[in-house]
């Protein structure tokens, strides 16, 4: 079942790739290669999160896991950035301490970081959805009709939040912007429901050139496109349907790039660390992006400067993971507790010796 389960954590390390390869400066410079991976980068992100998805434990279980697992991580982050701001006496660009538990996409300084509070809304709505509704029994043609109409209904409304004055401010979407959830949880669901096949997936020629076919006619002959930090879900149905065909290209890909094994390997502990690649990813690929350009622009061409650092982006947030699992501090504010090997060290070492 492990093997079964390689190809998985290779999407996932192609999915995070693909969004810090969108952060990055290369997006200017190959605007019609990278700008349609829109379509299904993010909504790949949370189909995968959904493959695994499990409500087998008591509600006050599982918000106390997630909230480990999502929220921990972001809340010990942004903390920390704002009082190193407020002690260097620096301007805030966005909303300070209270955009911190707003969390949206425009009111933190590290804009990647809204997606782990909106992945925990997602799960707690999935979960409630799945633990006190009828849902999980119904046929699985009538979960599919409910996924592609939660999906095409979010598309429509996903407007109605955004950019709401109240109070003589401007309200950039709801709180852990879950004005998106209808369309994000669409996906997540999918992912569920179609865990068996994910789990166990084949790839099938035909109906890869027909989402390649489909995916590069939708991407450049219609208006689709998908922003989830814009609110942008244009043409609902054929976003949904380049959104679809995407997610089954990244999947056959993975399946093949398993017999390259330091390909796999590399992608596979991408994958694994993923949270920590979206979290420092931006912040480390902006900083050697500027450096850079600034002291090398004279000796290296643009396109070296803006694929050094997004390699960089990669690397050092590995790099910063590595650090943080070996210092104790570090890691009880970032690794989730009940996996946290330090924190098990700690425990044996503070027990009294025979």
Not at 148 to 159: D, Q, R, S
Request: net charge positive; hydrophobic share 50%.
């Amino acid at each position: 079942m492990q093997h079964r389960r390689e190809h998985i954590d290779v999407a996932k390390g192609l999915s995070i790739i693909l969004v810090a390869l969108f952060h990055s400066k290369l997006t200017f410079l190959y605007p019609a290669i990278i700008e349609p991976m829109s379509l299904f980068r993010m909504p790949l992100f949370f189909f995968l999160s959904g493959v695994f998805f499990s409500y087998n434990t008591d509600i006050k279980t599982y918000v106390m896991r997630k909230a480990d697992d999502l929220l921990k991580p972001y809340f010990c982050i942004l903390f920390i950035l704002f009082f190193v701001k407020a002690l260097l006496g620096l301007e805030h660009a966005d909303w300070g301490f209270i955009g911190i538990f707003y969390s949206t996409r425009d009111t933190i300084s590290w804009t990647a970081n809204w997606f782990l509070t909106h992945l925990f809304a997602v799960h707690l709505f999935v979960y409630c959805l799945f633990k006190y509704t009828n849902f999980s029994s119904y046929t699985a043609n009538t979960k599919y009709a409910l996924v592609f109409t939660t999906l095409v209904i979010g598309g429509f409304g996903v407007k109605l939040f955004w950019q709401i004055n109240l109070f003589d401010s401007v309200l950039p979407g709801l709180p852990f912007s879950i004005d998106l959830i209808f369309i994000t949880s669409g996906f997540f669901i999918a992912g569920t429901i179609l865990k068996r096949v994910v789990i166990a997936f084949k790839p099938n020629l035909f109906l890869l050139s027909l989402s390649c076919v489909g995916f590069i006619l939708l991407a450049q002959y219609t208006s689709v496109g998908i922003r989830f930090y814009l609110r942008t879900y244009d043409n609902p149905i054929l976003s949904t349907l380049a959104a679809s065909f995407g997610i089954y290209i990244v999947l056959c890909i993975s399946v093949y790039l398993l017999k390259i094994n330091p390909i796999k390997r590399a992608l596979s502990f991408c994958g694994r660390s993923s949270i920590f690649i979206l979290i420092f990813h931006m912040f480390i690929g902006a900083n050697v992006y500027a450096f850079l350009f600034t002291y090398t622009s004279h000796m290296l061409n643009l396109f070296t400067i803006c694929a050094i650092a997004f390699i960089a982006s990669i690397l050092g947030s590995l790099a910063v993971q590595y650090i943080i699992e070996r210092e104790y501090l570090l890691s009880l504010m970032f690794k989730p507790f009940r996996t946290n090997k330090r924190l098990g060290r700690k425990k044996d070492d503070l027990k009294p010796s025979d």
